[in-house]
Protein backbone atom coordinates (compact mmCIF):
# COMPACT_ATOMS: atom_id res chain seq x y z
CA UNK A 1 0.00 0.00 0.00
CA UNK A 2 2.78 2.35 0.82
CA UNK A 3 4.38 1.58 -2.18
CA UNK A 4 1.48 2.23 -4.05
CA UNK A 5 1.00 5.54 -2.42
CA UNK A 6 4.64 6.54 -3.58
CA UNK A 7 4.08 5.80 -7.18
CA UNK A 8 1.27 8.09 -7.27
CA UNK A 9 2.57 10.97 -5.88
CA UNK A 10 6.18 10.95 -7.13
CA UNK A 11 5.17 11.52 -10.62
CA UNK A 12 2.74 13.97 -9.49
CA UNK A 13 5.51 15.92 -8.11
CA UNK A 14 7.64 15.26 -11.54
CA UNK A 15 4.61 17.21 -13.48
CA UNK A 16 4.21 19.91 -10.82
CA UNK A 17 8.08 21.07 -10.83
CA UNK A 18 8.21 20.58 -14.33
CA UNK A 19 5.48 22.49 -15.60
CA UNK A 20 6.09 25.46 -17.32
CA UNK A 21 9.74 25.36 -17.52
CA UNK A 22 9.08 27.33 -13.82
CA UNK A 23 12.29 30.19 -13.33
CA UNK A 24 14.31 29.80 -9.74
CA UNK A 25 11.90 31.78 -7.22
CA UNK A 26 15.13 33.78 -6.00
CA UNK A 27 16.26 35.08 -9.35
CA UNK A 28 17.37 38.68 -9.08
CA UNK A 29 15.02 41.44 -10.12
CA UNK A 30 16.98 44.33 -12.00
CA UNK A 31 16.36 47.42 -9.34
CA UNK A 32 15.51 50.55 -11.15
CA UNK A 33 18.34 52.99 -9.70
CA UNK A 34 17.80 56.07 -8.10
CA UNK A 35 17.86 59.23 -10.30
CA UNK A 36 20.95 61.87 -10.08
CA UNK A 37 22.28 64.52 -11.74
CA UNK A 38 25.57 63.84 -13.06
CA UNK A 39 27.04 67.43 -13.41
CA UNK A 40 30.55 66.13 -15.24
CA UNK A 41 28.26 65.32 -17.91
CA UNK A 42 25.41 67.03 -17.46
CA UNK A 43 23.72 69.63 -20.37
CA UNK A 44 21.08 71.88 -20.90
CA UNK A 45 17.85 71.75 -23.32
CA UNK A 46 16.29 75.26 -24.11
CA UNK A 47 14.14 76.64 -26.82
CA UNK A 48 10.92 79.03 -27.37
CA UNK A 49 7.34 78.68 -28.13
CA UNK A 50 6.37 80.94 -30.71
CA UNK A 51 2.54 82.21 -31.38
CA UNK A 52 1.99 83.17 -35.11
CA UNK A 53 -0.71 84.93 -36.19
CA UNK A 54 -3.11 87.37 -34.16
CA UNK A 55 -3.39 86.54 -30.59
CA UNK A 56 -6.69 85.70 -29.65
CA UNK A 57 -8.59 87.95 -27.30
CA UNK A 58 -9.81 86.83 -24.20
CA UNK A 59 -12.51 87.44 -22.66
CA UNK A 60 -13.36 89.05 -19.30
CA UNK A 61 -14.32 87.27 -16.39
CA UNK A 62 -17.84 87.35 -14.94
CA UNK A 63 -17.39 87.74 -11.14
CA UNK A 64 -20.78 89.23 -10.78
CA UNK A 65 -22.40 86.20 -8.72
CA UNK A 66 -19.68 86.64 -6.34
CA UNK A 67 -19.27 90.17 -5.63
CA UNK A 68 -16.43 89.94 -3.26
CA UNK A 69 -14.56 88.03 -5.85
CA UNK A 70 -15.42 91.04 -8.13
CA UNK A 71 -14.57 93.60 -5.15
CA UNK A 72 -10.89 91.56 -5.10
CA UNK A 73 -10.06 92.94 -8.31
CA UNK A 74 -9.59 96.68 -9.24
CA UNK A 75 -10.45 96.46 -13.11
CA UNK A 76 -11.52 93.32 -14.77
CA UNK A 77 -9.70 90.26 -15.26
CA UNK A 78 -9.71 88.34 -18.78
CA UNK A 79 -9.20 84.27 -18.77
CA UNK A 80 -6.02 82.67 -19.40
CA UNK A 81 -7.14 80.22 -21.89
CA UNK A 82 -4.44 81.65 -24.42
CA UNK A 83 -1.90 83.77 -23.57
CA UNK A 84 0.49 85.38 -25.95
CA UNK A 85 3.49 87.74 -25.10
CA UNK A 86 4.42 90.97 -26.16
CA UNK A 87 7.41 89.62 -28.12
CA UNK A 88 5.19 86.94 -29.97
CA UNK A 89 5.89 83.82 -28.15
CA UNK A 90 3.22 81.68 -26.05
CA UNK A 91 2.76 81.74 -22.24
CA UNK A 92 2.09 78.88 -19.58
CA UNK A 93 2.96 75.98 -22.07
CA UNK A 94 4.16 73.21 -20.12
CA UNK A 95 7.44 71.98 -21.59
CA UNK A 96 8.98 68.62 -20.77
CA UNK A 97 11.19 65.88 -21.61
CA UNK A 98 8.45 62.62 -22.60
CA UNK A 99 11.08 60.10 -23.62
CA UNK A 100 14.50 58.98 -24.17
CA UNK A 101 15.48 59.03 -20.33
CA UNK A 102 16.98 55.87 -18.68
CA UNK A 103 14.54 54.09 -16.12
CA UNK A 104 15.55 55.94 -12.41
CA UNK A 105 13.26 56.75 -9.72
CA UNK A 106 13.94 60.40 -9.29
CA UNK A 107 13.14 61.36 -5.55
CA UNK A 108 11.00 64.93 -5.60
CA UNK A 109 12.61 68.04 -3.89
CA UNK A 110 11.81 68.59 -0.57
CA UNK A 111 10.19 72.11 -1.27
CA UNK A 112 6.66 72.35 -2.07
CA UNK A 113 4.43 73.58 -5.35
CA UNK A 114 2.42 76.41 -4.15
CA UNK A 115 -1.26 77.07 -5.94
CA UNK A 116 -3.05 79.82 -4.35
CA UNK A 117 -6.51 81.24 -4.30
CA UNK A 118 -6.36 84.70 -4.47
CA UNK A 119 -9.53 86.98 -6.24
CA UNK A 120 -10.85 83.87 -7.07
CA UNK A 121 -8.40 82.93 -9.30
CA UNK A 122 -5.65 80.32 -9.16
CA UNK A 123 -2.24 81.19 -9.23
CA UNK A 124 -0.15 80.19 -11.12
CA UNK A 125 -2.32 79.19 -13.87
CA UNK A 126 0.02 76.28 -15.09
CA UNK A 127 2.05 74.40 -12.24
CA UNK A 128 4.63 71.60 -13.27
CA UNK A 129 5.26 69.32 -10.09
CA UNK A 130 7.20 65.74 -9.55
CA UNK A 131 5.15 62.68 -8.46
CA UNK A 132 5.28 62.69 -4.71
CA UNK A 133 5.74 66.31 -4.32
CA UNK A 134 3.83 67.84 -2.12
CA UNK A 135 1.48 70.45 -3.58
CA UNK A 136 0.86 73.15 -1.02
CA UNK A 137 -2.87 74.80 -1.53
CA UNK A 138 -3.39 78.33 0.29
CA UNK A 139 -6.76 80.16 0.01
CA UNK A 140 -6.02 84.32 0.32
CA UNK A 141 -9.62 85.62 -0.05
CA UNK A 142 -12.68 85.68 2.16
CA UNK A 143 -15.17 83.28 0.49
CA UNK A 144 -15.01 79.66 0.15
CA UNK A 145 -13.45 77.63 -2.63
CA UNK A 146 -13.22 73.82 -3.66
CA UNK A 147 -10.40 72.28 -5.01
CA UNK A 148 -11.07 69.97 -7.28
CA UNK A 149 -8.26 68.03 -9.29
CA UNK A 150 -10.10 66.08 -12.19
CA UNK A 151 -6.91 63.84 -12.57
CA UNK A 152 -7.52 60.43 -14.75
CA UNK A 153 -4.65 58.83 -13.97
CA UNK A 154 -4.42 59.91 -10.06
CA UNK A 155 -7.28 59.18 -8.15
CA UNK A 156 -9.46 62.61 -8.25
CA UNK A 157 -10.16 64.56 -5.49
CA UNK A 158 -12.05 67.24 -4.40
CA UNK A 159 -11.17 69.36 -1.08
CA UNK A 160 -13.14 72.38 0.44
CA UNK A 161 -10.93 75.59 1.62
CA UNK A 162 -12.48 78.45 4.13
CA UNK A 163 -11.47 81.67 4.30
CA UNK A 164 -7.64 82.04 4.99
CA UNK A 165 -7.77 78.46 5.73
CA UNK A 166 -4.79 76.87 7.05
CA UNK A 167 -2.84 75.13 4.28
CA UNK A 168 -3.24 72.19 2.93
CA UNK A 169 -1.08 69.52 1.46
CA UNK A 170 -1.43 66.90 -1.41
CA UNK A 171 0.16 64.45 -3.27
CA UNK A 172 0.20 63.05 -6.73
CA UNK A 173 1.87 59.33 -7.15
CA UNK A 174 1.67 58.87 -10.97
CA UNK A 175 2.98 60.87 -13.96
CA UNK A 176 0.25 63.02 -15.92
CA UNK A 177 0.42 65.74 -17.85
CA UNK A 178 -1.88 67.92 -17.75
CA UNK A 179 -5.07 68.27 -15.99
CA UNK A 180 -7.05 70.99 -14.97
CA UNK A 181 -7.73 72.00 -11.06
CA UNK A 182 -11.49 73.19 -10.63
CA UNK A 183 -13.78 74.84 -8.07
CA UNK A 184 -16.68 73.94 -7.49
CA UNK A 185 -17.97 76.80 -6.42
CA UNK A 186 -16.87 79.56 -8.90
CA UNK A 187 -16.42 78.13 -12.60
CA UNK A 188 -14.45 80.01 -13.77
CA UNK A 189 -11.20 79.40 -11.64
CA UNK A 190 -9.24 76.60 -13.43
CA UNK A 191 -5.54 76.14 -13.69
CA UNK A 192 -3.61 73.18 -14.83
CA UNK A 193 -0.86 70.34 -13.11
CA UNK A 194 1.93 68.35 -14.91
CA UNK A 195 2.77 65.37 -12.79
CA UNK A 196 6.55 64.69 -13.87
CA UNK A 197 8.34 61.31 -12.71
CA UNK A 198 12.22 63.17 -13.31
CA UNK A 199 12.67 66.77 -12.45
CA UNK A 200 13.32 67.83 -16.44
CA UNK A 201 10.01 69.83 -17.23
CA UNK A 202 9.54 73.71 -17.27
CA UNK A 203 6.06 76.21 -17.90
CA UNK A 204 7.06 79.11 -19.92
CA UNK A 205 6.44 82.38 -18.79
CA UNK A 206 6.10 85.69 -19.90
CA UNK A 207 9.38 85.09 -22.35
CA UNK A 208 7.88 81.80 -23.87
CA UNK A 209 11.33 80.42 -23.17
CA UNK A 210 12.46 77.34 -21.37
CA UNK A 211 15.45 75.67 -20.06
CA UNK A 212 15.48 72.05 -18.97
CA UNK A 213 18.94 71.85 -17.38
CA UNK A 214 20.97 69.17 -15.43
CA UNK A 215 20.23 66.69 -18.50
CA UNK A 216 22.14 63.70 -18.61
CA UNK A 217 23.27 63.20 -22.40
CA UNK A 218 20.55 61.29 -24.59
CA UNK A 219 18.12 61.86 -27.70
CA UNK A 220 15.17 62.33 -26.90
CA UNK A 221 11.61 63.55 -27.75
CA UNK A 222 10.61 66.81 -25.56
CA UNK A 223 6.67 67.80 -25.85
CA UNK A 224 5.06 70.93 -25.11
CA UNK A 225 1.67 70.58 -23.77
CA UNK A 226 -0.67 73.61 -23.94
CA UNK A 227 -4.68 73.36 -21.94
CA UNK A 228 -6.18 74.61 -25.58
CA UNK A 229 -3.65 74.51 -28.27
CA UNK A 230 -2.83 71.12 -27.72
CA UNK A 231 0.77 68.88 -27.72
CA UNK A 232 3.63 69.58 -29.68
CA UNK A 233 6.60 66.94 -29.88
CA UNK A 234 10.17 67.08 -31.62
CA UNK A 235 13.37 65.09 -30.96
CA UNK A 236 16.64 66.78 -29.91
CA UNK A 237 20.38 64.79 -29.15
CA UNK A 238 21.95 66.40 -26.47
CA UNK A 239 25.78 65.30 -26.07
CA UNK A 240 27.44 64.95 -22.60
CA UNK A 241 28.13 69.05 -21.15
CA UNK A 242 26.31 70.07 -24.09
CA UNK A 243 23.69 72.55 -25.22
CA UNK A 244 20.60 71.82 -27.34
CA UNK A 245 18.00 73.99 -28.57
CA UNK A 246 14.35 72.68 -29.95
CA UNK A 247 11.46 75.55 -30.61
CA UNK A 248 7.86 75.11 -31.25
CA UNK A 249 5.25 77.34 -33.13
CA UNK A 250 1.64 77.17 -32.22
CA UNK A 251 -1.12 79.62 -34.57
CA UNK A 252 -1.56 80.22 -37.87
CA UNK A 253 1.26 78.75 -40.19
CU1 LIG B 1 -13.47 79.14 -5.78
Redesign the pocket.
Known amino acids: MRLAIVFLIFPLSLAIFSCGGAKPVNEPVAAIPEGHIDTATAGSISGRIAFIGSPPVMPFIDMSSNPSCERAHKTPVRAQTVVVNKNGTLRNTFVWIRDGLAPAHWAPPAESVKLT?SG?IYEPHVAGIMVDQKLEILNDDPVN??VHAESQINQPWNISEAPQDEHKFRKFPKQEVLFPMT?S??PW?RSWIGVSSHPFFAVTGDDGAFTLSGVPPGTYTIEVVHEKLGRKEGKVTLTASGTASIDFTYGSQ
Request: with cysteine; aromatic share 0%.
Open positions: QCHNCVHM
